[in-house]
Structures are given as C-alpha cells and as structure tokens.
C-alpha cells in the first residue's frame, strides 16, 4: 500500500504535536506539512499536494471552511477531513458542502482517529458516531421537502413552465393561472 501524505492544518502547536506524534506510528502514514491557519493551509496544499489535509475549523488567517473550499477547488484530488470541537449543525453542514470528506470530533481516542484518517485516505467518506448521529437526527426530523428542478426560478415561472411542458400555449396557461397572457408571455 502507497503512503498517504498528509497535511495537518490547526492553530494549536500542541494538538498538531500530538496528532503528528500519533500518525509517526502509522507505516502507511506520512506527515508532510503543518499549518497554523486557513491561508497557510491552503499555500501548503497547493505546494504539497497531500492526500489528505486534516482541517480545524476555528483558525486565525482565514476559517477553515474557506480553506476547505479553496483546497477543495483548487486540488479536488485532495481529501479533506475536518477535525474540530464544533459539533453543531451549522458547521457539519457547511463543511459538507465546501467540500470536506469527513467530520471527526477532536475528542475521539487515539484509534477511531486513526481509522478515520485512514478511511478518508482510501477515498472514504467518514464522520464520527456524534456527528452521524447529528445527521440522522436532523434528517429524520424534517419533513421532505421537493427540490425545485430550477432554483432560480420563482414559483409562478415553475407554475408557468410546468404548463409549457403539458403543451399549453400562453392563452391556456394565462387562463389557468388567472393572468393575463401578456404575463405569461414575459415569463
């Protein structure tokens, strides 16, 4: 097995120590660079080209969404694994879509991150048992909702072109919908 290369990117000295410390246990590991902030990270990923940046949300020189979103982007090769205390919504959400191939809480011991980081340089998508957890809750809470086909449009212009799509002319659809023609002309 090829090594992973990883990036470790968090504004704490200490917690980068010690997650290298962690990873020089790994044969099929190797730590490649440290960032202690979002812009840092991303000059780093772009001149290191790692496997796998492992991304604090919280930093100085820019957040680590934007760094995410930067790396991702620049370097879709590049897998990013969020490790991070915030376990809110707003946050997993976000880091999903940046980009991010995983979302682990900075408390798990020693060999579930282990796992976690080897899983997302597999190519795996991974999140910890909080943050899957926190996933099902918020989905299953919610009722479905329909994604409209085109966002963009405004509701009456979906009304007007689902009609369209029926082959109704203008005449018809402005009858149906109780506007004038010329308004569904414009739409």
Do not use: C, W
Not at 23 to 37: K, M
Not at 120 to 138: C, E, H, L, Q
Not at 164 to 169: E, F, I, V
Not at 176 to 183: E, W
């Amino acid at each position: 097995m090829e090594q992973i290369t990883i990036l470790i990117a968090d504004d704490h000295p200490l917690f980068r120590k010690g997650l290298r410390a962690l990873l020089a246990t790994l044969p099929q590991v190797r730590v490649v660079g440290e960032a202690a902030n979002g812009a840092d990270a991303v000059r780093l990923a772009a001149e290191l080209h790692p496997d796998v940046v492992l991304m604090d949300l919280q930093m100085p020189g820019g957040d680590g969404l934007s760094a995410v979103r930067a790396i991702v982007a620049a370097q879709p090769e590049t897998r990013v694994l969020v490790v991070t205390m915030f376990q809110d919504d707003d946050s997993i959400f976000a880091a999903m879509r940046t980009g991010a191939r995983g979302y682990v809480l900075k408390d798990m011991d020693d060999d579930d991150i282990t796992r976690a980081i080897l899983a997302v340089g597999r190519g795996d998508a991974i999140f910890s048992p909080a943050i899957a957890t926190r996933m099902m809750s918020f989905f299953s809470a919610r009722p479905a909702q329909p994604i409209p086909t085109v966002p963009e449009l405004t509701e009456s212009e979906r009304n007007v072109l689902r009609l369209m799509a029926k082959g109704l002319n203008n005449d018809a659809i402005a009858q149906q919908l109780a506007f004038s023609p010329k308004t569904v002309r414009n739409y």
